[in-house]
Each structure stands twice: as structure tokens, then as C-alpha cells.
């Protein structure tokens, strides 16, 4: 069966994905900053053997080098870059430190390395590993708002991190052409999650099978596109 690894699988998106890959007999590497208090990643590590839970803090690179050559040469079918952070909420949290005149820059900077170095750093570090696999796909979960030509403002430091993530995936489709691997980036919709928020209209489960569809269905005609969960094109 193929393998995928992906990061950020404690809780919401992550979880629901490790969930579908492990029902339907993948290999899945799971990673996630603190296993041991993820309750429901842990359960269904006992559940499915071909589950590997490893502790990996995606914003620590000698971490992530460390966990890549614990899994040298394990081929690596599907790398899905799935961590990620929104930063302060001005009118879910009152905390305006994303918005102009108001930016804290050192957390927008904390942004940019787990939003966008990170997934640079886990493509570095596992190139070999999804190189020498089947399906050779490389996918990473950014957002709609970081579409430049669909943005309304604010929320400064998250939207400009999923821009040079859409930027960076659109340059490892070339990048990474002359080894065959297949790059994509990702909006998953609004989904109920902690993140999304309760008013989301979206259910994890069904949004997370759309998108598996489509992450199944990528070839190398379509590396370095920037896709809706449900196979929609969104513009740069």
C-alpha cells in the first residue's frame, strides 16, 4: 500500500485526514508537536497498525532533519504539509496584532517559518523519500486568502504566509519537474475546526474525502496549481 506523511494531525484537518488514509489501508506517518496529549491521534493509533505517530515541532529544523533520517529510505508517496498557524483575531480574539498599525512583527515572522519555511524545509528534508515513490506528490494546505487577486485586507501576517506558500509550491513544481514529482497547493474550505470556528459550513469529513479525490487524481500536467478541496481552480 503507498504512504503518506503528513503534519499537524492532533486535532482538526490533520486528525480527519489521518483518519480517511488509515481506513483506507495507507501506510500514514502522522506527525504532530505533542503526541501524547493527542487523545483521539492516539486512539487511532492503536487501532491501525499501519499508523506511525512520531513528535515533530514543524517550526524546529533540526527536528524535522533529525525525523528524516530516522525514515531514510522509506519511500514516501504522498508528503502533505498540513501544520499551520492563523495568528491573533481581531474580532474573534479582540487581538488586532495582525493589522495595520498594530503589527507585531516578530509573530508575523513565527508565521512566515511554520506557514512557509516549514513546508520548504519538510520538501528539502523528504525530497529522497518522495523521489523514490510511486505517486510522488508533494502537497501542502494553505487558504483562499492568499489568493493576491481575491484578497480584501486585513489579517496581514496569514494571508501574505499562504501567498509565498502558493508561491513556493508554484516554484517546486519546477523545481522538482526533472524528478517526476508532482506539486499542489491546497485551500481546504471553511471547515469546522478549532481554527475554522463553529459557524464554518463545512464538515471535516466530507471536505477532507473531496480533497483526497483530488490529491488522487493530480498528475504532472497539473503540478504547481493552487486547488479548492473540491477540485475548483482558485487565481493567483
Known sequence: MPTI????TSRGLGLELTRQYCADGWNVIATCRMPAEASELQALDKQ????????LDVANFTAIDKLAHEL???PIDVLLNNAGVFGPKA???????????????EMWANLFRINTMAP???????V????????KKIVTITSSVGSISRTDGRTNAYRTSKAATNMLMRNLSFDLKNRGIITAAFCPGWVKT???GEGAP????????????VIANLTPKSSGQFWLYNGDLIPW
Open 72 to 74: 531514510k529510505g522509506r
Open 202 to 213: 463545512l464538515e471535516a469529513p466530507e471536505a477532507m474525502a473531496s480533497l483526497r479525490r
Open 120 to 126: 520548504m524545509k519538510i520538501a528539502e528534508a523528504f
Open 128 to 135: 529522497e523519500n518522495v523521489a523514490t515513490s510511486a505517486q
Open 91 to 105: 474580532k474573534a480574539e479582540n487581538d488586532p496584532r495582525q493589522e495595520f498599525s498594530h503589527m507585531d512583527y
Open 5 to 8: 506523511l503528513i503534519t499537524g
Open 48 to 55: 491501525y497498525p499501519s499508523l506511525n505517530v512520531h513528535a
Open 194 to 196: 478549532r481554527m475554522g
